[in-house]
């Protein structure tokens, strides 16, 4: 039985959650924490056999901490299990392949430039308004053709969706996430332009027409990938900034060889993943690498805890550009759930740093980084820096 120093929403251990997850990862590969009726899955083996075991763990119940029939949100992808999930997921697969990621790429590439480039004649700025908060949601509008109403409502509405997963879950956030849903029914829809991801999918229901032709499956999965891209990707975008402030000779690497930046992007999202879990239920006894899980049980799977585990990553609280297998990080999920947005995650932070890399020497600290007290997702809410041109 654990304790409340043992539990992952403990203010301390969301500042910083990895010497906490180290202990964690010793008491095995699935330890029960009464205090909050779950099971925590820490391990990367086991993080990733429960990933993929989706017969055995399914997602239909939700996969944040509070089940889907008690949030009343259900997601026609993330919130189902094959054969619905399989449906839903090829209505929009191929919106997120390299031929969309090729068209989406110069307006990403446009934007990552322009807003460096007004960072540095700034000097000292604040990582997360001005470069990790407005690039995202300039790249999921050029993605989905939604138009929001402005830049701050669109964060607080990306940061409430993501808070829906929490344990502590704020009665605002709620609202907020209903007042998005309603602002993009009674708006963002009508206003959607003739050619567009939003368009596929409210008037031709994706691919082959495959989502239900009620109007909730539609503007559910549109819901999704609207917000869910929002604060991940910010978060990353950050996380990268910190990072190399942290490990200036890292960066001296990326700049010396930008062809190490698709695999930095991967260290990053191993090393300080955006997302800290997800859920799974079971609906029947189970078992997670020899631990009994008893038949209706909350499985929180911290990836963020199994992307530092020293039995799949050597010296795993090394930040390392060239690490060699950084790539099989599961900052993304895997199996089935693989993040859909990966490939736009992954264009907008290559976009981002190759930007920086030509411009910036070095990111130096001017100020206290404040880690926000966001549950779910593993950001900075300021993140003050001085960006010294090349
Ligand atoms: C760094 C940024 C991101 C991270 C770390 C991230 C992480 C994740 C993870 C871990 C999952 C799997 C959840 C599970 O297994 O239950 C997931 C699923 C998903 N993500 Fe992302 N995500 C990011 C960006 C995005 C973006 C940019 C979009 C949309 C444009 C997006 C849309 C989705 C969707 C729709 C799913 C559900 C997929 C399914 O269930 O089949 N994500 N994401």
Redesign the pocket.
């Known amino acids: 039985m654990l304790g409340a120093d043992l539990d992952p929403y403990q203010p301390d251990h969301l500042e910083d959650p990895y010497p906490f997850y180290g202990k964690l990862r010793e008491l095995g590969p699935a330890t029960f924490l009464s205090r909050r009726n779950i099971w925590l899955v820490s391990r990367y083996e086991s993080a990733s056999y429960v ?1 993929r075991d989706y017969r055995d763990f399914t ?1 239909s119940l939700g ?1 944040g901490f509070t089940r889907v029939p008690d949030h009343g949100y259900r ?1 026609p ?4 299990d094959p054969p619905e ?1 399989t449906r ?2 090829r209505a ?1 697969q191929g919106e ?1 392949g390299r031929a969309a990621m090729t068209r989406l790429r110069p307006a990403v590439r446009d934007a990552a430039t322009e807003l460096v480039e007004a960072a540095i004649a700034d000097g000292d700025i604040d990582a997360v308004t001005t470069l990790a908060q407005p690039l ?1 949601e300039l ?2 509008r050029v ?2 053709g939604i138009e929001p109403p402005d830049a701050d409502m669109m964060s607080a509405w990306g940061d409430a969706v993501g808070q829906l997963g929490s344990a502590d879950l704020d009665p605002r956030h709620a609202e907020l996430a209903t007042d998005s849903l309603e602002w993009l029914t009674a708006e963002g829809v009508p206003a959607l332009p003739e050619h567009c991801l939003g368009r596929l999918i409210m008037d031709s229901g994706g691919a082959d027409g495959r989502l239900a032709e009620d109007d909730l499956e539609r503007l559910m ?1 549109l819901d ?3 917000l ?3 604060d ?2 910010g ?2 975008l950050a996380n990268a900034v910190n990072a190399f402030a942290e490990f200036p000779e890292q960066w001296d690497a990326v700049r010396a060889r930008p062809d190490l930046i698709p695999n930095a992007v991967e260290e990053v ?1 191993r090393w300080d ?3 800290r879990s ?3 239920r079971t609906l029947a006894p189970a078992s997670i690498n020899g631990v009994d899980i008893p038949a209706d049980a909350d499985v929180c ?1 911290i ?1 963020a805890a199994a992307n530092r585990d020293p039995d799949r990553f050597t010296d795993p609280d090394r930040f390392d550009v060239t690490r060699p297998d950084a790539k099989f990080h ?13 490939p ?2 992954r264009l ?2 290559i976009e981002f740093l190759t930007a920086l890399a030509g411009r910036v020497r070095r990111f130096e600290r001017i100020g206290q980084a404040v880690r926000s007290a966001n549950q779910a997702v593993r950001k900075f809410s300021t993140l003050p820096v001085r960006l010294v041109p090349a």
């Open positions: 990933l997602s996969v997601y992808l993330v919130d189902n999930h839903a997921r929009v997120f995202p790249t999921i993605l989905t999965m999704s990938i609207w869910a891209g929002v991940s990707s978060s990353l999202l993943s955006p997302f997800f859920y799974r799977v990836m599961l900052a993304f999920g895997a199996s089935i759930h693989l993040c859909l947005g990966a736009v995650a907008e932070t």
